[in-house]
């Protein structure tokens, strides 16, 4: 896949995530939402540390740096030693690590050539580095049905341009 593509999925994916909360009546920017039980035993603003914990190793992999953070590398215990250091986050942390791991990643795959990395064909496809913008699904389908809704449908084309 090429870079603009991909972050405008990227963007897309995240976009529809914010789409579930707001559905819900949750928010990133409110106090009590990021700490309220949203689902897996985990608060909003565990989830959304987690999903940065995810995106801070996908930039790693995207850069080209070792994959290496404070975390094993088995997905089950990467998220495990997440939650370990991140259970009871503030809300001003949860968000602002949310938002900081996010801009890292998208400055990263911005800053790949037009074409992905030539080097790398399949960087921005498959499990790694495809599973960004799946993550956020992911997360959706977690909150939506702690609350007893269905699953979201596939999320197919584009809600933001």
Do not use: C
Not at 51 to 70: D, K, S
Not at 91 to 110: I, K, M, Q
Request: glycine fraction near 10%.
């Amino acid at each position: 896949m090429q870079r603009e593509p991909f972050l405008h999925l990227l963007r897309d994916r995240r976009a529809r995530f914010h789409a579930v909360l707001a559905q819900l009546g949750l928010s990133i920017e409110s106090f009590d939402d990021l700490l309220r039980q949203v689902g897996g035993g985990w608060t909003l603003g565990e989830h959304l540390v987690h999903i940065a914990a995810w995106e801070r190793r996908f930039r790693r992999q995207v850069t080209g740096l070792p994959r290496v953070l404070p975390y094993p590398s088995e997905w089950q215990k990467f998220n495990d030693a997440v939650f370990a250091e991140w259970g009871g986050v503030e809300p001003d942390a949860a968000r602002t690590e949310y938002e900081v791991a996010h801009g890292g990643l998208v400055d990263a795959v911005a800053a790949l050539p037009v074409q992905g990395d030539p080097d790398r064909p399949k960087l921005l496809v498959g499990w790694n580095l495809g599973m960004a913008p799946r993550h956020y699904r992911e997360h959706a389908t977690i909150l939506l049905e702690h609350v007893g809704l269905p699953k979201p449908p596939p999320w197919r084309g584009r809600i933001v341009e």
